[in-house]
């Protein structure tokens, strides 16, 4: 089968640690971080990495359409789950010299910061920014943007965020945070406007009403600050059909004999997040199929942890020292043995603070690049929102009875790669262990499921690139 895939090709195979200099990785080279740790460094961690990042980071998309919240912006906070206000707040900004201050009552009923009657504008070709704060996340239950028009009487909704109490969330305490909201995501219409069977809304033109909801869990107050609402441009931009990535956690055998026979058919190549100690190991990979993958398949070879007990406990509930030489360990261990990339993925997709109170992406982004998560309440754009908090859909399987995301809500009309191709996302699948019968558990696929999405993917005429090759499209 020939491949259609819209990619340029992994250049080089691996990576040649150099003594007292850097290390080549394909065409980049890493440099040895030498300098002592400045005052202020991430977590007051003093040992700097022997390989900072040197891959490339997505250009910051410049606003078509900018509301930043300053003086004079109009909007005005509201809703029956309002508590109270200030509308120009000076206390808390990451523009400009203010932004909007709201608190929720407590009554879970929605608390807004909205405009209507705007000048009519058009989405076509674009996605809307947010960035906002909350400061205490306790009580915060889920959080809607609406787009409309007639005072929101039509208008198309995005339920952007639904907080866990038991899983790593995008939202966390007293952090300012980047969303990106495209039209592969929308889920909701009212009025006049619909979302088709297909996954497409009926227009993305004539908007003049913008509404930012929050909702609180009915167990307290929630505060929240909103700095930004703009329009930048979306994926398609940079991919017509979107893209998917296709990634595989734990480093499972069964990646090399299942899986990788199935993609070649259709040229596509994956990305493994691998766990060092685990290899060479039981039903784990071996560097020599590492290698083969990488250097005959065009595969990414990206790190998960580098020991096995990090992965089982998590970096969470680790110090933030104990953490970072893990992440030091398994960027040394991914040079030292060829292999070039600079991606990561969190364990149980858990990025909270560590045990004594450090951001793990923020410990991440000392040795990594991009660190994928497994949240999906939303799917990763061109650019991405936070590098270091990728999206990714996760469970994905062909079974019966065993939870997770079954394959049909990829595969079937209006599912995840059809709003891809009809709307536009940077898709990443986050896939573990396949299996040559029907699968058992959440985390794993049938080898039959794994051509299914394999065929659906290579059907739509979809792109498919290595988390590498997908940032290195940035320009």
């Not at 680790?318 to 970072?324: G, N």
């Given at each position: 089968?020939?491949?259609?895939?819209?990619?340029?090709?992994?250049?080089?195979?691996?990576?040649?640690?150099?003594?007292?200099?850097?290390?080549?990785?394909?065409?980049?080279?890493?440099?040895?971080?030498?300098?002592?740790?400045?005052?202020?460094?991430?977590?007051?961690?003093?040992?700097?990495?022997?390989?900072?990042?040197?891959?490339?980071?997505?250009?910051?998309?410049r606003a078509s359409w900018t509301q930043q919240f300053q003086s004079g912006h109009g909007w005005t906070p509201g809703g029956?789950?309002?508590?109270?206000?200030?509308?120009?707040?000076?206390?808390?900004?990451?523009?400009?010299?203010?932004?909007?201050?709201?608190?929720?009552?407590?009554?879970?009923?929605?608390?807004?910061?909205?405009?209507?009657?705007?000048?009519?504008?058009?989405?076509?070709?674009?996605?809307?920014?947010?960035?906002?704060?909350?400061?205490?996340?306790?009580?915060?239950?889920?959080?809607?943007?609406?787009?409309?028009?007639?005072?929101?009487?039509?208008?198309?909704?995005?339920?952007?965020?639904?907080?866990?109490k038991t899983s790593a969330n995008y939202v966390q305490s007293g952090e300012w945070v980047t969303v990106h909201l495209q039209w592969a995501d929308v889920n909701a219409a009212a009025g006049t406007y619909s979302i088709?069977?297909?996954?497409?809304?009926?227009?993305?033109?004539?908007?003049?009403?913008?509404?930012?909801?929050?909702?609180?869990?009915?167990?307290?107050?929630?505060?929240?600050?909103?700095?930004?609402?703009?329009?930048?441009?979306?994926?398609?931009?940079?991919?017509?059909?979107?893209?998917?990535?296709?990634?595989?956690?734990?480093?499972?055998?069964?990646?090399?004999?299942?899986?990788?026979?199935?993609?070649?058919?259709?040229?596509?190549?994956?990305?493994?997040?691998?766990?060092?100690?685990?290899?060479?190991?039981?039903?784990?990979?071996?560097?020599?199929?590492?290698?083969?993958?990488?250097?005959?398949?065009?595969?990414?070879?990206?790190?998960?942890?580098?020991?096995?007990?990090?992965?089982?406990?998590?970096?969470?509930?680790?110090?933030?020292?104990?953490?970072?030489?893990?992440?030091?360990?398994?960027?040394?261990?991914?040079?030292?043995?060829?292999?070039?990339?600079?991606?990561?993925?969190?364990?149980?997709?858990?990025?909270?603070?560590?045990?004594?109170?450090?951001?793990?992406?923020?410990?991440?982004?000392?040795?990594?690049?991009?660190?994928?998560?497994?949240?999906?309440?939303?799917?990763?754009?061109?650019?991405?929102?936070?590098?270091?908090?990728?999206?990714?859909?996760?469970?994905?399987?062909?079974?019966?009875?065993?939870?997770?995301?079954?394959?049909?809500?990829?595969?079937?009309?209006?599912?995840?790669?059809?709003?891809?191709?009809?709307?536009?996302?940077?898709?990443?699948?986050?896939?573990?262990?396949?299996?040559?019968?029907?699968?058992?558990?959440?985390?794993?696929?049938?080898?039959?499921?794994?051509?299914?999405?394999?065929?659906?993917?290579?059907?739509?005429?979809?792109?498919?690139?290595?988390?590498?090759?997908?940032?290195?499209?940035?320009?």
């Open positions: 089968m020939v491949s259609r895939r819209s990619a340029l090709l992994m250049g080089g195979a691996g990576g040649v640690a150099m003594a007292g200099a850097g290390a080549w990785m394909g065409k980049v080279m890493a440099q040895p971080a030498a300098a002592p740790a400045a005052e202020g460094a991430i977590g007051g961690l003093t040992t700097p990495p022997l390989y900072a990042p040197s891959g490339r980071r997505p250009k910051y998309r029956a789950g309002t508590a109270s206000a200030e509308a120009n707040d000076t206390t808390q900004f990451v523009r400009g010299t203010q932004a909007v201050r709201v608190t929720t009552n407590g009554t879970g009923k929605q608390s807004y910061v909205r405009k209507t009657g705007m000048t009519a504008m058009s989405l076509s070709g674009k996605m809307i920014r947010l960035v906002f704060r909350v400061d205490d996340v306790t009580n915060l239950a889920k959080m809607v943007f609406y787009l409309g028009s007639g005072s929101l009487a039509n208008h198309f909704a995005w339920t952007f965020h639904v907080h866990s088709g069977a297909d996954g497409k809304p009926s227009t993305k033109t004539g908007f003049t009403d913008m509404s930012f909801a929050v909702y609180d869990n009915a167990g307290g107050p929630v505060t929240y600050r909103l700095q930004a609402v703009e329009l930048i441009p979306d994926t398609v931009s940079v991919f017509p059909k979107g893209v998917v990535s296709i990634t595989f956690d734990d480093s499972h055998k069964s990646i090399h004999d299942l899986a990788r026979p199935v993609m070649d058919r259709f040229g596509f190549p994956g990305t493994v997040y691998n766990i060092a100690d685990a290899i060479g190991t039981g039903s784990f990979l071996t560097l020599g199929q590492m290698r083969s993958m990488q250097d005959f398949s065009g595969w990414e070879m990206a790190g998960h942890s580098y020991a096995n007990a990090v992965h089982t406990a998590s970096y969470p509930k680790l110090t933030a020292e104990q953490a970072d030489d893990d992440f030091r360990k398994l960027r040394e261990w991914l040079v030292s043995n060829g292999f070039t990339s600079e991606h990561f993925a969190y364990p149980h997709g858990a990025f909270q603070k560590t045990s004594d109170g450090v951001p793990v992406d923020q410990i991440a982004s000392r040795h990594f690049t991009t660190a994928r998560s497994i949240i999906s309440e939303t799917i990763e754009s061109f650019a991405p929102a936070m590098p270091y908090r990728l999206k990714a859909l996760t469970g994905i399987n062909d079974g019966t009875g065993i939870g997770g995301t079954a394959l049909s809500k990829l595969t079937g009309a209006g599912g995840k790669l059809d709003r891809c191709v009809n709307s536009g996302d940077w898709l990443i699948l986050c896939l573990h262990k396949v299996t040559e019968g029907p699968p058992a558990t959440s985390t794993e696929i049938g080898k039959a499921g794994l051509e299914t999405l394999m065929k659906a993917i290579d059907d739509r005429d979809i792109p498919v690139l290595t988390v590498e090759e997908a940032m290195a499209s940035y320009t």
